[in-house]
């Protein structure tokens, strides 16, 4: 690992708290679940934890519609809890990163139903972007904007007005510039971090400011279609013409928040970080985010959405390796999360999977592993009558929505509902997947978890790994990806459905995603879809 602040090259392993393990038997996960989890995760050798919400809250979003930011869910815990599971995972040498949620509220919450009891106009309602309609009774809502889960982005209340929300009518988008916004957030920056939190992931950073709010937008649907990190039968060209311009998202002034909440978090003693949730074309805008003074990291999306495809790869690393230098912030590698398909999945093969993760592990910044990947979990087959995510419920069906990658994941392979609880999962799991729990693979050295276990063991022993430090790149035949990290380690991805042989300056094999591959004589005969570690 590199000399800087722990979260510039940290394993942060993503938490989502409702499927990770459940203490109380009621189907669902807590923060007891996460305590229990806390000797495994260690073991795994992460660096950080970031938990989606666990916040009060109807859940009508899987809890990122926060009825009160400031509480814990009574379905995850208490307040108690969370400050027993920042101790412990402090204990273990874990950081704790928690989530937080600036672009809307929960209709719950205490200031909406303020605002639908006051009258049009009221202070209570300009916290949120309240209007009239158009057309001759108001009937029409006041722009054509189309909520991310689809159906409006408006709601019509009793009186006639309407409001906006870029999610769930549930989910209400705040308006940050009425001042009530900033100095609620700061409330609740300043809660969390005295608790002794070590960062904050930010939940549609992007989304927080919005402009235009009164003008029709030329395509709407298409543009839902384009912000999903779900939706993958877009062309990368297509989704990057709808991202370059997107009304309500990426808009100057959010800027001038982060400004200010980067000056509270440096207000306290140790490295507090905080990471950006900000899907925003192209990338050299994801970077305005972490220009100095601004934030720590921001979610690299754009690699994400890339297929196994070793020039594009190239040139997205290359790409946000450069744009990173020019504001100094280390990049962000991440495969899934609570929002996409499984990795395994998206790229139709767990062979590749594997590959994909050791090329990240192998590049300069810091890597996120969302729970189950490091088991090499798929997304989960669901029957529609099993489905909850608002996504599915407001298209009708036509949108599958996320549950699939949001199956409590398995801990044990002989106990009832893997060992996730005793309870029934809230979302059904599949009846193979006792191949990939915890148990099974911690016995098997060819297993996933293996494989993660001890890259991310090496990220921590080896020099060259983690870090910021140089990344040379070798040429090399199409469908290969070779290069060198210094101090001493040479990686080649063979992306090719051939194996192939090259000449080689490694002496030696550190780590390979897959048998068959040999060193001799200065020539590397590598496997097809397969990463390999080489000591130089
Ligand atoms: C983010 C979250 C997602 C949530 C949405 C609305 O994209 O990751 O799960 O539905 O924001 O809060």
Redesign the pocket.
């Known amino acids: 690992m590199g000399p800087g602040a722990w979260w510039r090259d940290a394993a942060i392993y993503q938490v989502y708290p409702r499927s990770f393990r459940d203490s109380n038997g009621d189907g669902e996960g807590d923060l007891q679940g996460v305590i229990a989890g806390l000797p495994y995760l260690a073991d795994l050798g992460i660096d950080a934890i970031w938990l989606s919400p666990f916040y009060k809250s109807p859940n009508k979003?899987?809890g990122?519609d926060v009825s009160d930011p400031r509480d814990v869910d009574p379905r995850f815990g208490t307040l108690a809890d969370a400050k027993e599971l920042i101790e412990k995972a402090h204990s273990y040498g874990i950081k704790f990163i928690a989530d937080i949620?600036p672009?809307?509220f929960s209709s719950d919450h205490i200031w909406f139903k303020e605002a639908l009891a006051a009258p049009k106009g009221s202070a209570s309602r300009s916290r949120f972007h309240f209007y009239d309609g158009r057309g001759e009774n108001g009937e029409i809502p006041p722009n054509n904007w189309i909520s991310i889960f689809r159906g409006p982005a408006w709601t019509r209340t009793v009186d006639g007005q309407w409001y906006l929300h870029l999610?769930d009518s549930s989910?209400p988008d705040l308006n940050w510039s009425n001042p009530d916004v900033a100095a609620d957030f700061e409330k609740t920056l300043r809660f969390w971090l005295d608790l002794g939190v070590d960062g904050f992931r930010i939940?549609?950073a992007h989304g927080a400011v919005k402009e235009n709010l009164l003008i029709d937008h030329r395509d709407p649907e298409r543009l839902i279609d384009a912000l999903r990190l779900d939706f993958l039968e877009i062309s990368q060209q297509e989704r990057a013409g709808l991202l370059s311009d997107v009304p309500f998202f990426d808009r100057e002034g959010v800027h001038e928040i982060y400004r200010k909440w980067r000056l509270i978090l440096d207000e306290y003693p140790g490295d507090r970080m905080t990471v950006a949730?900000a899907f925003v074309y192209p990338s050299s805008r994801a970077a305005r985010y972490v220009r100095p003074g601004e934030l720590h990291q921001v979610f690299n999306f754009n690699f994400m959405m890339l297929g196994w495809d070793a020039a594009a790869m190239r040139a997205s690393i290359e790409g946000t390796l450069a744009e990173l230098v020019d504001v100094k912030a280390p990049a962000t590698w991440v495969l899934n999360n609570?929002?996409t398909p499984r990795v395994v999945t998206r790229i139709g093969s767990p062979r590749k999977a594997r590959a994909l993760a050791m090329l990240i592990h192998a590049l300069p910044g810091g890597v996120y592993i969302y729970q189950g990947e490091e088991l090499g979990l798929p997304s989960a087959a669901l029957p529609d009558s099993a489905r909850q995510d608002p996504a599915f419920i407001r298209s009708g069906g036509t949108d599958k929505g996320r549950d699939e990658c949001r199956v409590p994941i398995p801990w044990r392979s002989t106990l009832p509902n893997y060992g996730f609880g005793t309870g029934t999962p809230w979302l059904p799991q599949p009846t193979d997947w006792a191949q990939y729990s915890m148990d099974t693979e911690a016995k098997d050295p060819e297993s996933s978890w293996a494989l993660y276990k001890k890259s991310l063991s090496l990220r921590h022993s080896h020099p060259a790994l983690g870090g910021e430090g140089v990344l040379t790149w070798i040429d090399a035949p199409e469908g290969i990806m070779y290069f060198t990290r210094e101090p001493g380690l040479e990686v080649v991805v063979n992306t090719s459905d051939l194996d192939i042989s090259l000449p080689t300056m490694g002496t030696s094999i550190l780590l390979e995603s897959a048998k068959g591959n040999s060193l001799q004589d200065g020539v590397l005969t590598l496997a097809t879809n397969t990463t390999i570690w080489l000591q130089l």
């Open positions: 979003d899987g990122y949620v672009n809307h999610f989910q939940d549609v949730e609570h929002d």
